[in-house]
């Protein structure tokens, strides 16, 4: 894609280039587990109501469900979310499903409140088999914490778990 960029005084043509992804698709397969993080554009506050949540979180366990996977810990902050999702099967494909959650929230966003989208990429981390699952989580679960909206995570609704009981931890 091609785009006329002034220069001066004359115009010239630049290439605008997108980044890849930048892990091999091959390694977001199986029984994995993968934390993600996707942000609002802009960063605009818009998560942090029920209303919103319930949905998201519909689509959320609908993503999962396509793509055999597991979240042991979801959080929806206000201007992002965390995810903490494991493949259940060799057929699990991690990306693949966070594809699909950011498409059908999006479309939703499209249709409920326009103004919002997410931003086009988001962060992720493969767990190496040696890292604390258990870490990870609770690493997410203190967001609401760190940025000051409850003083103890159990406090903050908008989170779940479909291996979990949070609850009891």
């Known amino acids: 894609m091609r785009r006329l960029k002034p220069a001066?005084?004359?115009?010239?043509?630049?290439?605008?280039?997108?980044?890849?992804?930048?892990l091999s698709p091959s390694?977001?397969?199986?029984?994995?587990?993968?934390?993600?993080?996707?942000?609002?554009?802009?960063?605009?506050?818009?998560?942090?109501?029920m209303t919103i949540y319930q949905p998201l979180s519909q689509m959320l366990f609908n993503s999962l469900k396509k793509w055999n996977c597991d979240a042991h810990v979801f959080l929806f902050m206000p201007d992002h979310c965390h995810l903490l999702i494991q493949g259940n099967t060799d057929?699990?494909?991690?990306?693949?499903?966070m594809k699909d959650f950011k498409q059908r929230s999006g479309y939703w966003f499209s249709k409920n409140i326009p103004n919002v989208r997410w931003q086009k990429d988001f962060y992720d981390h493969i767990l190496r088999e040696d890292e604390d699952i258990k870490k990870q989580a609770y690493y997410i679960l203190d967001n609401p914490v760190r940025k000051g909206l409850v003083s103890n995570w159990k406090e903050y609704k908008l989170k779940g778990s479909t291996i979990h009981d949070l609850n009891k931890w």
């Open 8 to 22: 001066a005084t004359k115009w010239t043509m630049v290439k605008i280039c997108e980044h890849k992804h930048r």
């Open 91 to 97: 057929n699990s494909n991690l990306l693949a499903f």
């Open 27 to 49: 390694l977001y397969k199986g029984s994995i587990i993968v934390s993600f993080t996707a942000c609002i554009a802009e960063r605009r506050p818009v998560l942090n109501e």
